[in-house]
C-alpha cells in the first residue's frame, strides 16, 4: 500500500537568489501561526525523541524548486517471540 504525501503547511523553502554564493542552497521561510496550527492538526505526524517531540522534514527538489514532505518513514519494530517453553533454564 502506498502512503500519501504529507506536506507540512507554514514551512516553504525556495531556490536561492542568483548572485548568492554557491554554498547558500535555499531559502526557507516559516510562518509561525500556520505552523502552529497544522502541527495541532496533524500531531500524529511528531515523534518522540528524549521526551521532546519532532517532525521529521525531508527537503526535496524538483523542476519547480525545493519542498518539504514530512518523513513518515517508521521502521518495523522486531521482537523475537521466546516461548519459556524453549528456554534452557
Same mark, same amino acid.
Given at each position: 500500500?502506498?502512503?500519501?504525501?504529507?506536506?507540512?503547511?507554514?514551512?516553504?523553502?525556495?531556490?536561492?537568489? @542568483?548572485?548568492?554564493?554557491?554554498?547558500?542552497?535555499?531559502?526557507?521561510?516559516?510562518?509561525?501561526?500556520?505552523?502552529?496550527?497544522?502541527?495541532?492538526?496533524?500531531?500524529?505526524?511528531?515523534?518522540?525523541?528524549?521526551?521532546?517531540?519532532?517532525?521529521?522534514?525531508?527537503?526535496?527538489?524538483?523542476?519547480?524548486?525545493?519542498?518539504?514532505?514530512?518523513?513518515?518513514?517508521?521502521?518495523?519494530?522486531?521482537?523475537? @517471540?521466546?516461548?519459556?517453553?524453549?528456554?534452557?533454564?
Amino acid at each position: 500500500m502506498k502512503k500519501e504525501k504529507v506536506f507540512p503547511k507554514g514551512i516553504m523553502a525556495f531556490k536561492p537568489n @542568483e548572485k548568492a554564493p554557491e554554498f547558500v542552497k535555499a531559502n526557507v521561510m516559516v510562518t509561525p501561526n500556520e505552523l502552529i496550527s497544522w502541527l495541532k492538526e496533524n500531531d500524529e505526524h511528531l515523534n518522540d525523541y528524549k521526551g521532546n517531540k519532532q517532525l521529521k522534514l525531508q527537503l526535496l527538489e524538483n523542476d519547480k524548486g525545493y519542498y518539504f514532505l514530512v518523513d513518515t518513514y517508521q521502521a518495523k519494530k522486531i521482537v523475537d @517471540e521466546v516461548s519459556t517453553t524453549d528456554l534452557p533454564f
